[in-house]
């Protein structure tokens, strides 16, 4: 049993709130301790600690507070999403150990978009067919990592092993036996949502998307005028089901994960023999009601008879007496108990991301021999005298064992070594690659252009980038923008003269003994019939006078007048001559001047204007949610209209602008420069002597989905 006997404590912790569960194996996989807390703003930032003196004092508090008290205090952290990776590499199954060893090396550095040397990192084989080697990879800062194990430590908790949250998410789902249909477990988030897809023989493939719950949130901020925490009650309230507004602001999110979750089914089962019947949904944003019926059809329209459920959280567990768990938090305690099942669960291969980490040497072309993957046994509870294992001996079971077996591989090393002049680069081959991108750049290959000026040479080719990654391109991410609003005005090309309404000021005079009382649209009338009335009400005081502001009770030019007198209609006839109003100025704005009516065509050209000028300034509108290196070129943001008003509503009634606003989000394929230079730089097949910077010239879309395209490069390689 790992992780340290029979008693297992899982931790959870997000941007928000940590959570901590105990289990019992020994009575049958019982929880018999759970408690949760608030984390201040501020505490963790993008699943990092951010105060960690503010951190410490938070997990004090919620083991003092935790009844009953844990019986044990080391357990099995489940790393958050926002500082991980999970990705499921194929290779070539006559691959050598050590060309392994080095082909991890070299796709890992293409899928992390930090340095390994900032790295921890595991990995398992997790099937060995004929043809191929399926290997799952995770990594995650090794800073920031040590950094929870360091506060765990203060706090009065050892951290005894690290996965990523996917990987133990996928423990609360029970083992699926070869030949089922597949799982996809969606994993909601506020800050990303993750799918994953797991089959008899795990996780199959894992994708990351931002669209998530503090998008939405913000976009209902945005929308309704409200704070952040009203905003979120408001989701959380009313999701699908409830508020109107709050439907129609969060659908085109909602619109956005069904087809991210229909493209996930698609690519495994194009991938894979077996095919998604059931998706699973976890994570805080998965609880907002009305949400599987609303992503119901986007889904059966990818696949028929697919069922949609919530997990139930309690499904391999069961709550001591006396632990009462409320029903809306059930839901956040997911990560944690997975990570405690996960340290409970026999006889099955896992990752340690405390004990592991990927050697910080520059790998060597696959051909070389060269030991660049250390790690240490998998178990999350290791013995410190132990010796340390090389990872390829707890991986060597899956490894060709016959004679045949072994003839057959020295044949397909033979060819290798004769064929690695011209396949440097190429033995790294993900089967899993998209056909239409390799046989894309083949013919790009053959146009390349080049000219040399300076000591510079400048090369013109082009790149594919997948969201995701492939193996073969650029890897990129989508990222979705909170909600946005653009304005525009629009002045009518008409000459109808616009009516508008008359105003001015007016002296008050009461000449009676007493004060004089008029309540607000109080008249006030000329010699000629002429109406006016009060803009608020007014106090005369007993022979006194009051200054008030007035409007013409009709509007148009007949409300211009000049300076007169005014009686009130609205008193006794015999008062009037003692309270009454005059003007000394004239009155104005009757006639607002020329102007006309637009149309819906009008509107619509307005949009389409707003629409492209929120593509060109994807990258600005996009800037809180990308880093230093990323790239988000403006011909791949996509424009979500989620609403537009128009200032005068009526179209039809003459005025002199019009203004329209759109409110709408952005979604781009954003990928970094350091992934455009490595793909350059394996492409061109450069050598490190040389300088290599790439500038995107330009990028198109290729098909409808929107998940792959194709940029236009310029390469710059000079000497070092």
Known sequence: ?????????????????????????????????????DLDPGVIERGMIADEDRFVHAVQELLKEAKPEFGIRRGIFSVPDAMSYLQVFRFPATMTQQELKTAIRFQAEEVIPIDLQEMASDFLITEHGKDHLDVLFVATNAAALNAYARAFRTAGIELTAAS??????????????????????????????????????????SFTRHTAGEAMTAAIAEKMKLDAKKAEAAKIKNGLTGDATVKKVIQPFVDRIGKDIAETMRWHEANHESHVKEVIFVGGTS??????????????????????????????VTLDDGIAVKKKEAMLYAPAIGAALYGLRANEPTFNLLATR??????????????????????????????????????????????????????????????????????????????????????????????????????????????????????????T??????????????????????????????KTALEQDLIATTRLQTADGTLFRLKTAVKIPANGTATADVYADKSGATGDIGPTHFIVPGLPAKEQSLIYADSSAPMS??????????????????VAT???????????????????????????????VTGVTVNPSDLTKPAASFQVTMTYTIQDLVFTNSDVVAYVIKTLNTPATQKVTAVVKSAAWDGADHQQATLSLDASISSK
């Open 164 to 205: 990523v949250d996917a990987r133990c998410l996928s423990r609360l789902i029970p083992l699926i036996p070869e030949g089922k249909d597949a799982v996809l477990l969606a994993d909601l988030g506020a800050r990303t949502s993750t799918f994953v897809v797991i089959d008899h023989i795990g996780i199959r493939s």
């Open 287 to 316: 609880m907002m009601p009305g949400l599987i019926d609303a992503l119901t059809p986007a889904v059966a329209k990818a696949s028929a008879g697919v069922n949609l459920r919530l997990a139930d959280v309690w499904q391999s």
């Open 589 to 606: 704005g009757g006639e607002a001047g020329q102007g006309g009516t637009i149309t819906q065509a009008d509107v619509d050209a307005a």
């Open 481 to 510: 923008s909170a909600a946005l609003t653009a304005s525009q005005a629009i002045t009518p090309t008409g000459t109808t003269t616009i009516a508008g309404v008359a105003t001015g000021s007016v002296t008050l005079t009461n």
């Open 610 to 640: 707003l629409t492209a000028q929120a593509k060109t300034s994807a990258a600005t509108s996009l800037a809180s949610l990308l880093q230093a290196d990323d790239v988000a070129p403006p011909e791949l943001a996509d424009v979500s």
């Open 358 to 479: 990927i050697s910080t040497a520059r790998a060597a072309p696959p051909a070389t021999t060269v030991n660049v993957v250390q790690a240490v046994s998998s178990d999350p509870d290791p013995d410190p005298d132990a010796e340390p294992t090389d990872v390829i001996t707890r991986m060597s079971s899956f490894l060709p064992q016959t004679k045949q077996e072994k003839l057959k591989l020295v044949f397909a090393v033979i060819f290798m070594v004769i064929a690695i002049g011209i396949l440097i680069g190429a033995v790294i081959i993900h089967t899993q690659q998209n056909a239409a991108i390799e046989s894309q750049i083949e013919a790009l290959s053959e146009s390349r252009q080049s000219a040399t000026a300076n000591g510079v040479t400048h090369t013109a080719l082009s790149a594919p980038v997948v969201a995701g990654n492939n193996g073969t391109a650029i890897p990129g991410r989508i990222v």
């Open 1 to 37: 049993m790992r992780g340290g006997g029979k008693r297992q404590l899982g931790i959870s912790v997000s941007d928000r709130s940590i959570e901590i569960v105990e289990i019992d194996a020994r009575r049958g996989m019982v929880i018999r301790g759970a408690a949760r807390a």
